[in-house]
């Protein structure tokens, strides 16, 4: 059954704000729909911003690989992987982390088999690759990861999703990670697909859960010769078979113990209730703003999940009722990537999922009463269905104060470059500019040569690698070298950068939520973990602030506690350090150039 939704009302949702002083005497975490800042005057004029691709010169030279590169036999070749942005010894710049794959019947000569790779930020525009000294050169199909310090040590730790058997790498703090999977008490002996991941805090005990999106259950042992006939079909041509077809698989939860070990709750939780799903991207927030994180996970070929917290340790999944498990004409769509914001400003977080070719991506709006509407097409998102959808994020990358969308595509048939279906393997990427007003337009074009380029793209990480201000882009390439998207022109315009630390909550402050006020104009972001595709961005809040020089309040509430801490008359252009119960503790600012 498909349950009635409300229509979207466009710029009418917005109520004018009152003055500042309602801002301030207003109860924060309390706003209805009716507690909106005053929408903006759209400028759908070009910013200025361009995306350039400096990967190589930053020393990111070491390509991905990931099954056959003109013809894929079986869904593994097909799926790719995530990567992460993270700051992983607290120099306060962010790192990165790139997975990578396999080839079927490979035999690779010693030393040459692909791996992971870390590389640390030089905070001069470029990395240098630590892999080995790591201990993070993992080979096998690796899928996504996710980021949070697991244990409270100050450290954010790595989980990674596999083919097979997924791992935690536990964060040494001397730039060097251990494999505590089995001692974690993670480890199975059956082997799975992890896909995404994220951790969250779901019972607000101040350490980390976590949880795990499995993908379909297939054994790598027993993939279709190269020279097998029995292929699936698309528009006619020969292709290899799945996901639908293919037998899916439950999804995981696992509650941290606090004493370095997690307990699988998968059932006691309700999280198995849904069934078998093609799970791949899950994200946490508190989408209903009762104070205790909700799941949402982007399910391929099949209804989308929406776990509402229960607050007793349980969840429901209430995705149909809610109105974002399928499209606005009620159908499954192939879902592949999650970003959440806020993006009209109302003070409830919004949900954008990406799909498969011949179909819109979703801009689903929250309508502030635990539903959603599908407002893709009157939006301005719809305009667009001829890609396959990966990794995607909100981000102001203007800093208009408005969240923004960019979007990362790439075909999963390599065959579709001999047909004349008008469809390529390789793909732009693309950027929705937010007008303001409830809409967004289709800027692409005007991007610069890091959103033209083409490439089968899969995942995407966003935030500020140089810390300037401008919000970048990190996209992993199947079969190619990475992209490394440098935003110049978006630090135009003003912006202020948060950096949580939690005392009383989990130390990554992961769930706490940053209101930033500038006048009647209301912004919101939650520290969240996992996201895009399989991806970890920067656990940063950044937030556009236009032309005002001076940030009225900033309240953040932290999660275990639900207390609320406020500070006014902040300057702007500078990354604040703020840590539980002791307000600013460090602050920088980029010199200018």
């Not at 009716?34 to 010169?57: I, K, M, R, Y």
């Not at 990395?127 to 690796?142: E, H, M």
Request: with cysteine.
């Amino acid at each position: 059954m498909i349950f009635p939704r409300r229509r979207f009302l466009g710029s009418s949702l917005f109520v004018l704000g009152s003055a500042l002083t309602d801002a301030l005497t207003t109860p924060l975490w309390k706003w209805k729909s009716s507690l909106v800042v005053e929408a903006a005057v759209s400028n759908p004029t070009p910013s200025g911003v361009q995306f350039v691709d400096v990967a190589q010169q930053a020393g990111l030279n070491i390509p991905n690989v990931w099954g056959g590169i003109d013809h894929k036999r079986s869904i593994i070749e097909t799926k790719g992987s995530g990567l992460a942005f993270f700051d992983y010894d607290n120099d306060g710049w962010l790192d990165i982390y790139l997975t990578n794959g396999n080839r079927l019947d490979a035999n690779w000569p010693q030393g040459k088999t692909p791996t992971s790779h870390l590389y640390r930020n030089n905070r001069d525009g470029t990395f240098t690759d630590v892999t080995d000294k790591s201990g993070l050169g993992i080979a096998g199909w690796q899928t996504g990861v996710c980021v949070g310090d697991y244990d409270n040590d100050g450290w954010d730790d790595l989980f990674c999703c596999f083919l097979g058997h997924n791992r935690l790498f536990r964060n040494n703090g001397n730039g060097t990670f251990t494999d505590v999977t089995h001692k974690a008490g993670l480890y199975r002996e059956q082997g799975r697909w992890g896909a995404g991941c994220t951790f969250l805090d779901y019972d607000r005990d101040g350490h980390l859960d976590l949880f795990v999106c499995n993908y379909i259950k297939i054994d790598p042992d027993k993939i279709p010769s190269a020279s097998a006939t029995n292929y699936c079909q698309w528009k006619g041509v020969p292709i290899m078979c799945g996901p639908r077809g293919l037998p899916g698989d439950t999804n995981l939860l696992y509650h941290n113990n606090g004493d370095g070990t997690f307990t699988d709750v998968s059932e006691k939780s309700g999280i198995l209730k849904p069934g078998p799903r093609y799970s791949i991207t899950p994200v946490s927030y508190d989408f209903d703003n009762d104070g205790w994180p909700d799941i949402y996970i982007a399910v391929d070929s099949e209804p989308s999940i929406l776990f509402k917290n229960n607050h007793d340790g349980t969840f429901t999944d209430i995705a149909v009722m809610a109105g974002c498990a399928y499209n606005d004409d009620g159908h499954e769509q192939a879902g592949m990537g999650v970003a959440v914001a806020d993006y009209d400003c109302d003070g409830w977080f919004d949900i954008f999922k990406t799909n498969f070719v011949d179909d819109t991506c979703n801009l689903y709006h929250n309508n502030g009463d635990g539903t959603f509407t599908d407002v893709t097409f009157p939006s301005g998102i719809g305009v667009n269905n001829r890609y396959v959808a990966w990794g995607c994020g909100f981000i102001d990358y203007d800093n208009d104060g408005w969240p923004d969308i960019v979007q990362v595509n790439g075909h999963v048939y390599p065959e579709v470059d001999h047909y004349d279906f008008g469809e390529t393997f390789k793909n732009p990427r693309l950027v929705y500019k937010n007008l303001g007003n409830g809409n967004f337009k289709d800027v692409s074009t005007q991007m610069g040569s890091g959103i033209s380029e083409r490439f089968s793209s899969r995942g995407a990480a966003f935030g500020d690698y140089n810390n300037n201000g401008n919000m970048d882009v990190l996209v992993l390439n199947l079969n190619d070298l990475p992209s490394l998207l440098r935003n110049d022109g978006g630090n135009k315009q003003n912006w202020i950068k948060i950096k949580l630390l939690g005392t009383k909550c989990n130390r990554t402050a992961i769930g706490a939520r940053v209101r930033v006020v500038t006048g009647k104009h209301a912004q919101m972001d939650e520290v969240h973990s996992g996201t895009s595709v399989m991806s970890q961005s920067d656990l940063r809040l950044h937030f556009g602030l236009g032309k005002v020089e001076t940030v009225d309040i900033i309240e953040v509430k932290w999660p275990t506690t639900q207390k609320v801490e406020r500070f006014t008359q902040i300057k702007t252009n500078q990354i604040l350090t703020i840590r539980e119960g002791d307000g600013i503790v460090a602050t920088f600012k980029p010199q200018p150039k």
